[in-house]
């Protein structure tokens, strides 16, 4: 299983327009991802709704997770985005 530990780069944490950013990107990496505080329960990173529900604060360290083929580069980028806390979808992901 490949994993990623980021902090959240986003002052706000994971709401409203973060989460939306983070959620398309997961969506559109094409490989299942996790999402899961340091200490919690993973829940499906493209899902906007448990995204939110994990309540993840600026600064918060998160978890990101997928076990399928090409999450190395995945992770990645997602990992990227959320420490960066980029307001907008790299073309990239």
Do not use: C, Y
């Not at 997770?65 to 990992?79: F, T």
């Amino acid at each position: 299983m490949a994993e990623r530990r980021v902090n959240v780069g986003w002052a706000e944490g994971l709401h409203a327009r973060p989460a939306s950013i983070f959620v398309r990107a997961a969506t559109a990496s094409g490989v299942p991802v996790t999402i899961a505080k340091a200490d919690g329960n993973p829940v499906n990173a493209a899902s906007m709704l448990a995204v939110l529900g994990l309540g993840a604060q600026g600064g918060e360290e998160i978890v990101l997770a997928s076990d399928a083929e090409g999450a190395e580069a995945a992770l990645d980028r997602l990992a990227k985005l959320v420490a960066e806390g980029l307001d907008e979808l790299p073309e990239t992901v």
